[in-house]
């Protein structure tokens, strides 16, 4: 697989990461006297629905922080298997509880992904581990993470935009 986000240097990569949860804030923000959480659950005509997004990147968040945590030891244990697929965002997950639930998910994920990449030497970012037969880096997954962000934040306005 190769698109945009294989291209991204380092420091778009930490630029990236870094805003993601100011950027998911604002995109869910919604002028009063509106509450997001009237849209929270309401199908777009083509049929995506926030609570999906954001629950999609949650999940695969979730495998990513875990997978760039594995990663990063000096003889990394196989990882579990899916986070090749969320490193490629193909994977869903469970709708949170609510918008403020899943806001607040994904503020703490991104926050955590941001410090433990913040954190690695440069030469960390080459570290890698293997996922069934693939070999993946931590600079694959901090581009995976940008990946994820990027795809549902955007289908997430898209939706939001489409039922309010």
Same mark, same amino acid.
């Given at each position: 697989? !190769? /698109?945009?986000?294989?291209?991204?240097?380092?420091?778009?990569?930490?630029? !990236?990461?870094?805003?993601?949860?100011?950027?998911?804030?604002?995109?869910?923000?919604?002028?009063?006297?509106?509450?997001?959480?009237?849209?929270?659950?309401?199908?777009?005509?083509?049929?995506?629905?926030?609570?999906?997004?954001? $629950?999609?990147?949650?999940?695969?968040?979730?495998?990513?922080?875990?997978?760039?945590?594995? %990663?990063?030891?000096?003889?990394?244990?196989?990882?579990?298997?899916?986070?090749?697929?969320?490193?490629?965002?193909?994977?869903?997950?469970?709708?949170?509880?609510?918008?403020?639930?899943?806001?607040?998910?994904?503020?703490?994920?991104? /926050?955590?992904?941001? $410090?433990?990449?913040?954190?690695?030497?440069?030469?960390?970012?080459?570290?890698?581990?293997?996922?069934?037969?693939?070999?993946? !880096?931590?600079?694959?997954?901090?581009?995976?993470?940008?990946?994820?962000?990027?795809?549902?934040?955007?289908?997430? %306005?898209?939706?939001?935009?489409?039922?309010?």
């Amino acid at each position: 697989m !190769s /698109d945009r986000y294989d291209k991204l240097n380092h420091n778009t990569l930490m630029a !990236s990461v870094g805003s993601m949860s100011r950027r998911w804030s604002e995109a869910i923000r919604v002028a009063p006297p509106k509450n997001i959480e009237e849209y929270f659950t309401v199908a777009a005509p083509n049929g995506l629905v926030l609570a999906d997004e954001m $629950g999609a990147a949650i999940a695969q968040l979730s495998i990513l922080t875990n997978a760039i945590r594995t %990663t990063s030891y000096l003889e990394p244990d196989p990882l579990p298997e899916g986070s090749v697929q969320a490193m490629r965002n193909e994977l869903d997950g469970d709708r949170p509880p609510s918008a403020t639930a899943g806001l607040t998910q994904l503020t703490t994920l991104n /926050d955590e992904i941001y $410090g433990r990449l913040k954190d690695l030497r440069m030469a960390d970012w080459k570290n890698e581990a293997t996922s069934g037969s693939e070999t993946i !880096s931590i600079t694959d997954f901090a581009k995976g993470v940008s990946r994820v962000n990027a795809e549902r934040l955007a289908r997430a %306005t898209r939706t939001l935009a489409a039922v309010q």
